[in-house]
């Protein structure tokens, strides 16, 4: 017999440890999510070691950086049907092996193209696969009620990869090198895969009895490729697709040189890293305040405060430039890190709710090329307005314009400021 929980929280069944089960499985969604982000935002730390080594122009380093994260994009509906198709056993291994391996071969480039296939291509279809795309299906099958909530905080493993890894890597860096930071990094990585193999992957894709009876059922005969392209016709889909490719213009147009711009204003190297690795670390915060926010007072009001503090951390970048004194960068640090990455737990939890069950993954992985996309557009322009303008004040700008038209989103389509579990009209 199914017992509730008595007080508001995760609608999780009890059935035989299953409590037990659905909150190991959040956390390890979480901890593989620091591998998914974290270790491509180390990125930003090596960007001045390469330059120095190599010599090349700005928007050529940052064009690494986009195809990784372009990669990211792509694969993540692939990884999604890898899920839906395999199980997580293989997506999640899969993902660990090729963050390993795209390290270590990162380690061993000597030209911008070794970079773009072992950073871009190789290490970046790992962070599809380890990424949110698979965390959110496994999180779905176990939490019903408070959804937002265990979005949020399978979520706050980004922020984690930032705080972890990127002043780690710095750390690195200074003490070994680029390469050896590289090749240090790709082993641990590589270390950790028999420990994810182990897991009792099948009890976790099973998920909850009762939760899994009232996911969405597709019409007979509709296979998870079926529901994807029926979902491809939506407005809501489109909606939550465009959020993720605006919000992620708005970010990475500005984050992607953030410890570059800070050390050229005169702080130290590992001062950058750290202020944004702590961004990282309060993002922890955000994206479980913005799942919370949303089970709370709705969608569009957790957009409206979770953008209002990105625009005006991004402000704050702005005023470093005439102001480069610590507490400009402290402003930065709070305004923007407090809430970025909040709007995935936000768009996870609609998309978990109008479109769970059978071939969420492949959906929801569409859903989240939009990220995959905005962040490689956004990265490559940061590069790019750099050469041509010798400043970064443009791209802040456009940051903050991209950061706009994503909030406009949610105030002009019902199924975001509604966070409307009905299906909407086709197309």
């Given amino acids: 017999m199914a017992i509730r929980e008595a007080r508001p929280g995760f609608h999780i069944v009890m059935r035989r440890a299953g409590l037990n089960t ?3 499985v959040v956390i390890v969604a979480t901890a ?3 591998f998914a982000r974290g270790f491509g935002e180390t990125f930003t730390v090596f960007l001045l070691p390469l330059q120095e080594e190599f010599g090349w122009l700005r928007a050529r380093l940052t064009s690494i950086y986009s195809l990784h994260m372009f990669t990211i994009g792509v694969c993540s509906p692939i990884a999604g049907m890898i899920f839906d198709r395999f199980g997580p056993r293989v997506a999640y291994g899969c993902g660990v092996l090729s963050i390993g391996v795209g390290a270590i071969g990162a380690s061993l480039a000597t030209g911008v193209w070794q970079f773009y296939l072992w950073f871009g291509l190789v290490a970046g279809f790992g ?13 779905r099958r176990w939490v019903d009620q408070r959804l937002g909530t265990a979005m949020g905080i399978a979520y706050a493993g980004l922020g984690l990869g930032i705080m972890l890894l990127v002043p780690t890597a ?13 090749r240090y990094i790709g082993t641990f990585v590589l270390l950790m895969l028999p420990l994810v193999l182990i897991l009792p992957w099948g009890r976790y894709r099973a998920g909850d009895p009762e939760i899994m009876a009232n996911a969405p059922v ?6 998870g490729l079926g529901r ?4 491809m016709r939506e407005v809501s889909f489109w909606g939550m697709f465009n959020v993720y490719f605006f919000t992620s213009l708005c970010v990475y147009v500005t984050n992607v040189q953030v410890v570059v711009f800070l050390v050229e204003k005169g702080f130290d190297p590992l001062f950058a890293a750290s202020a944004f690795g702590i961004a990282g670390m309060l993002s922890i915060v955000g994206v479980i305040s913005s799942g919370a926010l949303t089970d709370r007072i709705g969608y569009l009001g957790a957009a409206l405060i979770t953008y209002a503090f990105t625009i005006g951390g991004i402000g704050a970048l702005i005023l470093v430039n005439a102001y480069p004194v610590v507490a400009v ?8 890190g407090m809430f970025q990455g909040s709007r995935g737990p936000i768009v996870s939890t609609i998309a978990s709710k109008v479109y769970g069950g059978i071939g969420y993954g492949a959906i929801f992985g569409a859903i989240n090329l939009g990220m995959g996309i905005g962040a490689s557009v956004g990265s490559w322009i940061s590069g790019l307005l750099f050469d041509v303008t010798g400043g970064y004040t443009s791209g802040f700008i456009c940051g903050m314009v991209f950061g706009l038209i994503a909030l406009g989103q949610f105030v002009f389509i019902p ?13």
């Fill in 170 to 182: 710095q750390l690195l860096i200074e003490q070994f090198g680029w390469r050896n930071a590289y």
């Fill in 228 to 231: 994807l392209f029926r979902a």
């Fill in 32 to 34: 593989l999510n620091i």
């Fill in 22 to 24: 659905a909150a190991i």
């Fill in 329 to 336: 960068v402290v402003l930065y640090v709070l305004a923007l």
């Fill in 415 to 427: 199924a975001l400021r509604r966070g409307s579990v009905e299906r909407t009209k086709p197309l």
């Fill in 218 to 223: 597709p019409a007979t005969g509709s296979s």
């Fill in 127 to 139: 962070g599809a696969a380890v990424g949110i795309v698979c965390a959110a299906a496994l999180v």
